[in-house]
């Protein structure tokens, strides 16, 4: 199978990658290095792509799920930035993902107030224009338009009836980690070596200068790995500044609440509210299509060093969520209703740490992203999953450019491992969740297993199977937390442990 994470291949890319010399370390399996892992292999580069716990392991794994346009950004009258996403939108659900990203009607009701819902109807207005400007955005989502009081009752029944609203479109991911899984694959069908639970504890920069390569060190499984690498590309998101001092972040926590959809009348739209006193910051409640709804977004500053386990929601967080929604509702939201929560840092940068001079470092702390030398290591950080591969590009741009190289980025029409135009998508024989999850590969998927894991849930056994053969998955972590998101409601996960550990014995 093209791509595919057996354990014999990592078995293979460990033998290999031991004493070797590649052009391109690049440390961290979150979205930002898997995209850069990506434009590297796909530029013809030998990379290895070394990630300390699993796939999608950071923050990667607890964003809102959204491919989104920008709104925000033209709030904040940042139209280039809003102008990039929209164009990464675009290929994302035309070209490279169309089997992991979907349409999702957003829905601020006039409940939230007359003024909040008109400057709601601007804001879309102008998101479609910016939409209309990018190639492939025609056609890719419908136009922002004013709903009457029937047709909020049937997107989200639980808003108080009686009055309409206004409704705009974006893009929604079926799972965060699932597009950090195809990237991955897909750089590794590309030639790229992968291994997870490798930890990087330095690069030598001393070697450098003498022999082109510098020496990078890691920690797999326990035993120490050394390999050269002519250029190392820091992507260790809010933990990066370990390996670049120089790096100064301000990371923020972010927190969704979870539910299951029928407390909201099993809502068809994401619920739009926005924070009291604020016009841009919002509050979405996110329909997913495995019956849950996430509640989000919070923005915490967070003091000290970010520490190496999960980000938890504070209870002032879930207070706000729960009060801005609840403005809303029919029938308020309480913690009872809770089934789970989950939070990430957001990996944001301080402008000083943008460089000293011309071609040392850009930074534009609009897109909130850096690119910074240190010797033979660049560090790439921040930015958004939406901009990924703009973000990648620009990396290997530059890793190109010092390693003395012409080869240009290929990824824009690179579709992921499992993409197809919608049509062969629709026509696979296999279950719409599973085609929305895998793509092409819901077939062999929905073969290895169409029983369910645990009652009331829809993931399949063939899931957890396919994730061991195919994804790279190690652990009953690796099976429940991130190839499966069994994790965000956890008495869920507790049920799933016996089967994911006799599939684990199974399979390894
Ligand atoms: C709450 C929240 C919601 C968000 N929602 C959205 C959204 O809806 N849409 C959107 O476009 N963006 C969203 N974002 C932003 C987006 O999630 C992040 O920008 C993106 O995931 C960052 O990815 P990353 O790869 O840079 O970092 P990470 O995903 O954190 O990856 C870094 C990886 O490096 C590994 N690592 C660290 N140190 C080492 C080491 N020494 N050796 C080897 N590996 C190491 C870590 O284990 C980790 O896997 C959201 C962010 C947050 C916090």
Redesign the pocket.
């Known amino acids: 199978m093209t791509g595919a994470l057996s354990p014999e291949r990592r078995r293979r890319d460990l033998e290999e990658v031991a004493g070797s010399l590649v052009d391109v370390v690049v ?8 995209g850069v892992a990506l434009d590297a292999a796909a530029r013809g580069l030998s990379v290895v792509l ?4 699993d796939l ?13 346009g920008g709104l925000r950004y033209l709030a904040h009258g940042e139209i280039g930035l809003a102008r990039e996403s929209a164009r990464e939108r675009a290929v994302l659900m035309g070209t490279t993902a169309p089997h992991l990203v979907r349409r999702l009607p957003f829905l601020i009701p006039d409940a939230a107030g007359r003024d909040v819902s008109a400057l709601g109807a601007v804001g879309g207005r102008l998101g479609d224009l910016v939409r209309l400007s990018v190639a492939g955005g025609r056609g890719s989502l419908p136009s922002t338009r004013r709903v009457d009081a029937d047709e909020v009752g049937r997107l989200v029944p639980a808003v108080r009836p009686g009055r309409g609203g206004v409704v705009f479109w974006d893009g929604q991911l079926s799972d ?1 980690v699932r597009l950090v899984v195809a990237l991955v694959r897909t750089a590794a069908a590309q030639g790229a070596r992968v291994l997870t639970g ?4 330095a690069v030598d920069r001393t070697s450098t200068a003498a022999l082109g390569s510098a020496e990078v060190h ?1 920690d797999v499984d326990g035993e120490a790995l050394t390999l050269r690498a002519r250029a190392v590309v820091n ?5 990066a500044s ?2 670049a001092p120089g790096i100064r972040l301000v990371p923020s ?4 609440l979870v539910l299951r959809a029928d407390r909201l009348g099993s809502p068809s739209a994401a619920l739009t509210v926005p924070l009291p006193g604020s016009r841009s910051r919002y509050v979405f409640a996110l329909p997913q299509a495995d019956g849950l709804v996430y509640l ?2 919070t923005d915490e500053p967070v003091e000290g060093p970010v520490p190496d386990d999960d980000a938890q929601p504070s209870d002032a967080e879930v207070q706000q969520l729960l009060e801005t929604v609840n403005q809303v509702l029919a029938e308020p939201l309480t913690r009872a209703d809770l089934v789970g929560a989950y ?5 944001l940068v301080l402008p000083e740490s943008a460089g000293t001079g011309p071609g040392d470092a850009t930074a534009d702390l609009s897109r909130k992203h850096l690119l910074s030398w240190d010797g033979p290591v660049l560090t790439v ?7 990924y591969r703009a973000m990648a590009e620009e990396t290997v741009d530059a890793v190109v450019a010092r390693l003395g190289g012409a080869a240009r980025s290929t990824t824009a029409r690179l579709p992921l491992i499992g993409a197809a135009p919608r049509p062969a998508l629709d026509a696979l024989p296999a279950p719409a969740r599973l085609v929305a999850r895998y793509g092409t590969d819901a077939p062999l998927v929905e073969e290895l297993g169409p029983d369910v894991v645990v009652a009331g849930r829809p993931e399949t056994v063939g899931e957890l199977r396919f994730a061991v053969r195919a994804e790279g998955a190690r652990t009953v972590a690796d099976l429940l937390d991130r190839r499966t998101r069994f994790g965000l409601v956890p008495e869920d996960r507790a049920r799933a442990v016996p089967v994911a550990e006799q599939v684990l014995a199974e399979e390894l």
């Open positions: 440390v961290g399996g979150g979205v930002t290095g898997a070394l990630e300390r716990t999608a392991a950071g923050t990667s794994r607890w964003s809102s799920k959204l491919v989104h965060d490798a930890t990087v504890t890691a992507a260790a998101g809010v933990w370990r390996l926590r972010g927190s969704h989000g977004i939070a990430g840092y957001r990996p950080v921040g930015g958004k999953l939406t901009t």
